[in-house]
Structure formats: structure tokens, C-alpha cells
């Protein structure tokens, strides 16, 4: 399907980049790994849990961003991957320090240092999306 009446390859390629339930998806994880970080906020208030105080601030940070993603994935397909790895290590990272405060213990080893790196690459991917997106030059 060509956008205004545009047949050429690219304006179909761009056209089929819009996926809208992955960005209602992305949409949705933004307002949940918000509700989260009020949670962990309000759980390091009310507890000694050494390590809920360093998850919602974590949490607050992508939070924005997935509604971010949900918007430049409309644009760039490469935004969904940036993405997909930005959840998985959000998920192990944050995954492992609320398991030492719940289980007492690891998710597994090496999980937070894996899933810092996979948030380190996520922004990196995103930021190289960002740049290929836009056109900064108008």
C-alpha cells in the first residue's frame, strides 16, 4: 500500500513499517513499567529492601521511553528491535535485584550484568535510530 498515492518501493516499505499493535504494546509497557516505579518507590519507603530504592528510578527512566518507542517505531523499523532489547534487559536487571529482595537470592548469576548491557546497547540501538529517523538538516 503506497502512502499519497506514492507507488514507488520505498514509500511501501515505509508504509508496512507501521505495526500498530506492537506500538499499542510498547504504548501499554510505558504506563506498566510507570505503575512499577511508584510501587518500587512506595515499597523503599515503607520497608528496608536495599534494593527497591535503586529500581524506581530505573523504572521512572523507561517509562518515557517505551511511549517514545511506540511513536518512533511508527518511523524506523529498527526501533522495535532497540526496544525488544531495552525490555529484555530491564527485565533482567530489575528482574535480578528484586529477586535478592523477594527470594533472597539471584535470578541467576550474571543476570544484572547482562541485563545492563543489553539497556546499554537498547539506548544505543535507539539513539542510532533516532539519528537515522529524523532529518536534522531541514
Request: charged content about 15%; aromatic content about 8%; overall charge positive.
Amino acid at each position: 500500500m503506497a502512502i499519497d498515492g506514492d507507488n514507488s518501493p520505498r514509500a511501501t516499505r515505509q508504509h508496512d513499517i507501521y505495526r500498530p499493535d506492537i506500538n499499542r504494546i510498547f504504548a501499554a509497557l510505558a504506563g506498566l513499567i510507570g505503575a512499577a516505579g511508584i510501587a518500587a518507590y512506595a515499597g523503599a519507603a515503607h520497608s528496608a529492601s536495599p534494593h527497591l530504592g535503586t529500581i524506581a528510578p530505573i523504572l521512572f527512566i523507561h517509562a518515557p521511553a517505551f511511549l517514545a518507542l511506540a511513536v518512533l517505531a511508527k518511523i524506523n523499523r529498527a526501533a522495535y528491535f532497540g526496544g525488544l532489547v531495552l525490555l529484555l534487559g530491564l527485565m533482567l536487571f530489575i528482574g535480578d535485584l528484586a529477586s535478592r529482595d523477594i527470594a533472597g537470592d539471584r535470578l541467576f548469576p550474571g543476570a544484572a550484568p547482562v541485563g545492563g548491557t543489553l539497556l546499554i546497547l537498547g539506548w544505543l540501538i535507539i539513539a542510532a535510530t533516532g539519528l537515522r529517523a529524523f532529518d536534522f538538516r531541514k
